[in-house]
């Protein structure tokens, strides 16, 4: 198996940059196999690398991709669409590597939404155990009370079982609307539409805004970014993944 040089396997895992592969490596932080290593030292794909006790998550295959994507309203989240609607994968430009949506948003809702070509890492987000968090940024009508405030965060029967406990907060209150902060540990299928129906609101508005420790901020609606890597590594250790 070919060996490359260690601050280049750092920088190719989305640990850091090269340089700054370089300067740890000159400090004495980074040990391969539990022995410190120089510059100029070489390792393959499989190596044990660790910087200050912590090891570097080595992807398994070259030029992995993670994406982030601000999905635009009257977009389904499949790769092609037999009915002809527009699809989220329209949406990119110039991508040299095949990706995939990690989990979905429904047409009608927009925000925060992952692609990549790494299937260990999509079903890790994915994955039920692993409770990520995810808040979304809901618009409801027509008012909302307290007895459906208490529903909502404690949990309400949506497809014949309970959700979780959820995290909700009001964020701004108008006469006939109400704009919600939701923040929920499961990924059921239109599961935050299901619960604001199940008492009594109407969403008019659905957007996610964070998954995990990844936030959308200012990305424009259609727009789309990799992830960096100190983002890489937060999501990481946000589903146990070692690094």
């Given at each position: ?29 980074v040990k391969l196999n539990g022995r410190p290593v120089k510059l100029g030292d070489k ?201």
């Amino acid at each position: 198996m070919e060996k490359i040089r260690i601050q280049k396997i750092m920088a190719d895992a989305g640990y850091c940059s090269r340089r700054k592969a370089e300067e740890l490596i000159s400090q004495g932080r980074v040990k391969l196999n539990g022995r410190p290593v120089k510059l100029g030292d070489k390792a393959d794909s499989k190596a044990l690398i660790s910087v200050d006790g912590e090891k570097i998550y080595i992807p398994r295959k070259k030029n992995m991709v993670y994406i982030m994507l601000n999905k635009p309203r009257g977009y389904v989240t499949t790769v092609s669409d037999e009915l002809d609607r527009k699809c989220v994968m329209d949406l990119f430009e110039d991508l040299e590597e095949r990706v995939y949506p990690v989990g979905r948003l429904d047409r009608n809702s927009e925000g925060l939404l992952l692609f990549t070509n790494d299937g260990e890492f999509a079903n890790n987000i994915m994955h039920p155990s692993r409770h990520i968090s995810k808040t979304y940024r809901v618009t409801v009508r027509p008012d909302i009370s307290d007895e459906q405030l208490v529903r909502l965060s404690e949990g309400v029967e949506i497809d014949g079982k309970k959700t979780l406990p959820a995290n909700v907060v009001v964020k701004d209150k108008e006469a006939g609307r109400v704009v919600l902060l939701i923040t929920i540990k499961e990924g059921r299928n239109r599961q935050i539409r299901k619960m604001c129906e199940a008492v009594g609101l109407e969403v008019a508005r659905l957007r996610r805004i964070s998954i995990g420790p990844l936030k959308l901020g200012m990305l424009k609606p259609g727009a789309y970014r990799n992830l960096t890597p100190d983002e890489l590594r937060a999501i990481r250790n946000a589903i146990g993944k070692e690094n």
